[in-house]
């Protein structure tokens, strides 16, 4: 009986590791953003809006954080202002050099095919990443928004599968929206 529960065990050890292998853990992501205190913003407009992404970079100002949000539609750069001390807090970790591309897909990844889902990538090139071991190497949206490119090796990633066309994958990360609270969440944990 105790091999059993043992093998048992390990089994459900193993299938646990296997469904969270998507999910990269290289860089620590620890980010929430509650949306119903920035209403209007880019970043609130990935909710329930299939193919819309947006690239959110950290920055600190005058010992406060703020947000630089670039949508994947065209629209200019909106800067967010991170105000309460809970939203400082929750901020803390945002992949390679404080940068991710969230966005929300419709029928995709490990949901029924008729419901909105939310993935997130780093910010930066992932190939560049490994080879250089440096974080320099920040993607930018391509002309038509599905993709995004690397400025140094010239890369393009899909937004809808992560992957460049030579089958090199974006660090990927959860995310979720909580219709209930309004906060987006994006972690690898």
Known sequence: MRKLILLA???????CDKADEKYST?????FHFD???HVGTYLSSIVENANYFVIVSREYQTGKQRLTVTPNDGNSVQTIDIT???EQYLLRQMGSDNRLIIGCLFGMFD????VYSYIAYDGQCRFCLDTYNMNRFPLTFTHDGHSV???????QYSLNTGASTDGYLLYTYKAQYDD???VLTVTNR
């Open 35 to 37: 949306m119903s205190l």
């Open 26 to 30: 290289v860089y620590p992501v620890n």
């Open 149 to 155: 490119e690397c400025a140094n090796c010239h890369r």
């Open 84 to 86: 309460t001390d809970r």
């Open 111 to 114: 949901v029924n095919d008729n």
């Open 9 to 15: 065990s390990i089994l459900l050890l193993a299938a």
């Open 180 to 182: 209930g609270t309004k």
